[in-house]
C-alpha cells in the first residue's frame, strides 16, 4: 500500500469520526435544549417555561383582577361563547396575557389604571404551548395536553393550585371554587375573589338560568353568600366549597 492510499484511508477515517463527532454534538445539544424548555423544576406539573416570575406575576394579576371587573361593569363585552362561571375567567386569563397598546385599549372600552405588561411572552405567542393556553391533561410535556378551552374542573385541577380554605390566604384575582354533584349540567363552580379596601368580593357568572335566560354577571360580598345558598359557605366545615385557588402561571420566583 503506498503512501497515497494510506493518506486517503487516513483522511476519509477523519472525515468519518468529524461527521459522528458533529451529530453527537447536534444530538445531545437537542436533547439538553429540550429538556430545558419542557423542565418542571418545582414539580408542581406545570411548564416552567409558562410560569411567570415575581414581577410579571404581579403584572398578570393585575390585568387579571381589573378585566373583571372592566367585564362586570360591562365596558368590556364577552362573547357568548365565553357566558358562564368559567367562561368569564378563560376570558380574562387570556386577555390578561396580551399586549394593552392603545388599540387594546381602546377596542376593549378599558377604564382603569393601566399597568405594565408581561414581559416574558404575549399572548398568542407562548412558548410551546402559543395560543393553547390552557392544560387538559397530566402529561405537560405533550403539546395535546394543551388547549384553548378548559372546564371549570379542568381549570382548577390542571391550571391552578389549591391553597387552602382560609379567605385569609386569598388575594385579588384568587378563585373560590365550589362542587355540587347533584348539579348534572355544572356541578363546578367558579368566582373571582376581589378585594377592595376592607370588603371582601366575589365576581361570577350564575351560567344559564333558564332556556330563555342566559344568566348574569354578579358582584357578592363573601360574607352574603351563605344568604343565598348555605352550600355557598366559605368555611372549611362546608364540604361543597373546594377551596382557594391561585393559577400556577402565577409562578415561584422561576427566573
Request: with cysteine; glycine share 4%.
Amino acid at each position: 500500500m503506498n503512501k497515497t492510499n494510506i493518506f486517503i484511508r487516513l483522511l476519509l477515517i477523519s472525515l468519518m469520526l468529524i461527521i459522528v463527532f458533529f451529530i453527537y454534538i447536534i444530538f445531545y445539544n437537542s436533547n439538553d435544549e429540550k429538556e430545558l424548555i419542557l423542565s418542571d423544576r418545582n414539580d408542581n406539573n406545570y411548564l416552567d417555561l409558562i410560569e411567570l416570575n415575581k414581577k410579571d406575576s404581579e403584572s398578570f394579576s393585575l390585568w387579571f383582577k381589573s378585566i373583571i371587573i372592566n367585564i362586570f361593569k360591562e365596558n368590556i363585552k364577552v362573547p357568548e361563547s365565553y357566558s358562564d362561571c368559567a367562561g368569564i375567567i378563560r376570558y380574562a386569563y387570556k386577555e390578561s396575557l396580551k399586549k394593552h397598546d392603545q388599540e387594546w385599549i381602546s377596542k376593549n372600552n378599558f377604564k382603569s389604571n393601566i399597568y405594565n405588561d408581561v414581559g416574558k411572552y404575549n399572548y398568542p405567542d407562548i412558548p410551546f404551548i402559543k395560543e393553547k393556553i390552557f392544560l387538559i391533561d397530566k402529561n405537560i410535556r405533550e403539546i395535546n395536553s394543551y388547549s384553548n378551552f378548559a372546564s371549570a374542573r379542568y381549570l382548577i385541577e390542571y391550571n391552578m393550585k389549591n391553597i387552602g380554605k382560609n379567605i385569609d390566604n386569598a388575594v385579588s384575582g384568587d378563585i373560590l371554587a365550589f362542587f355540587h354533584p347533584y348539579d348534572i349540567d355544572f356541578p363546578y363552580h367558579l368566582m373571582v375573589y376581589i378585594q377592595q379596601k376592607e370588603n371582601n368580593y366575589v365576581i361570577y357568572h350564575t351560567g344559564p338560568l333558564s332556556e330563555s335566560n342566559p344568566g348574569e354577571l354578579r358582584l357578592v360580598l363573601v360574607d352574603d353568600l351563605k344568604y343565598a345558598d348555605p352550600t355557598w359557605i366559605v368555611e372549611d366545615k362546608n364540604n361543597n366549597f373546594l377551596g382557594i385557588y391561585r393559577f400556577k402561571i402565577i409562578g415561584d420566583n422561576i427566573e
